[in-house]
């Protein structure tokens, strides 16, 4: 069937043009992730949470990953008013989120970049690990391990509490304890917030290779776990 692009008026008329109707599209901010129609934090966060992934949603600067180049695209495109407003912080992070959020911030931390916007978004990122909230208090394995002579031992706070974390033999008797009193909720899994054993008993000695365990102990938590000091 063929259809004719022509079309006959009436006898006796004159065929009067028509014009297309405009038709108004909403464009949304490259920035704006979210499609609210406005950049504020609620984008910022969300960029955020997906930094050193491949997200095509968050990459706004299009290179492939999402990363500190697209926070600071974010953060300095938001809206006025939500350029003024507080930032979101106190959040639940999953531990994906911490490892990645981490890496982040060492690669920061590393770069030779010191401009505003970057040093911004360093204490952006460092505040909302700091303040985020894990799921659930829970003892983590120690890191390096096999070790010697040091280890790191980190954990999540899922409430304010006050922690006590205590090394034992293989044998099962206490040859250490780490004070570290009242804490608030949060990761302590990086070698600035994790605990710290050097390797020595209460007398400050070197203790011998072998079998350790370790108890992480809080006003609702008892945990054990085991390491290995080779020498």
């Known amino acids: 069937m063929v259809l004719s692009n022509s079309i006959k008026a009436p006898a006796g008329t004159t065929p009067t043009p028509t014009t297309p109707t ?3 599209t909403r464009t949304t901010p490259t920035y704006d992730v979210d499609g609210s129609g406005t950049v504020d934090n609620v984008d910022l966060f969300l960029v955020t949470l997906a930094v050193g992934t491949r997200n095509t949603q968050y990459d706004v600067n299009g290179d492939g990953t999402v990363d500190d180049k ?3 695209l974010v953060r300095e495109n938001r809206d006025d008013a939500a350029a003024a407003a507080p930032m979101i912080v106190g959040v639940q992070l999953t531990p994906e989120q ?6 982040q911030i060492d690669l920061l931390v590393a770069t030779s970049d010191r401009s505003p916007a970057a040093l911004k978004t360093l ?3 460092q505040q909302l690990l700091a303040t985020a909230r894990p799921e659930q208090t829970q ?3 120690n890191y390096p391990n096999p070790f010697n ?3 790191w031992i980190p954990y999540e706070l899922a409430t304010d509490t006050d922690v006590r974390i205590t090394i034992y033999n293989a044998q099962g008797v206490g040859i250490r304890t780490l004070q ?3 804490q608030s909720a949060g990761y302590y899994t990086d070698r600035e917030r994790a605990a710290y054993w050097d390797g020595r008993n209460a007398l ?3 203790v011998a290779s072998g079998i350790y365990f370790y108890q992480l102990e809080t006003d609702t938590l008892s945990s054990l776990r085991k390491m290995v000091i080779l020498k």
Request: aromatic content about 4%; proline content about 7%; overall charge negative.
């Open 22 to 24: 405009p038709q108004t």
């Open 70 to 72: 697209d926070i600071i």
């Open 98 to 103: 911490v490892s990645r959020l981490q890496a």
């Open 123 to 125: 204490i952006y990122l």
């Open 139 to 141: 003892l983590l394995a």
């Open 149 to 151: 002579p040091e280890t």
């Open 180 to 182: 570290l009193g009242q």
């Open 204 to 206: 400050g000695e070197q």
